[in-house]
């Protein structure tokens, strides 16, 4: 089980999850849409889909460091993996014992 202050670190970096979602949603459908996209419109989801990802790392990055693990390796991988290693790094923590290994 994480702890609470681990907890809402994961939360808060799947919530940006998800608004990454929703801009990449939004944006691939602005983009394909029959009528002629507004650039400014197109730039702001883009601008929100990178933000998005920005804060999913560093919220990933705090919850690492709350659960004692090596932040910058996980970062690493995440920045190469895209969501894979979020996604591996949350099963471990969310499993793991009292004590993570160092």
Known sequence: MMKPA?????ESAVLAVL???A???LLISAANAEVEASPARLTV???????SLVVH??????AL????RRVWLWVIGMVASVLAASAVALI???HSDEDPPR
């Open 6 to 10: 681990v907890r809402s670190a994961a």
């Open 65 to 68: 460091r709350r659960d004692g």
């Open 57 to 62: 790392w560093t919220y990933m990055a705090i």
């Open 23 to 25: 801009c990449l949603w």
């Open 19 to 21: 608004v990454g979602f």
């Open 45 to 51: 989801l883009s601008l929100g889909l990178g933000i």
């Open 92 to 94: 471990l923590m969310n």
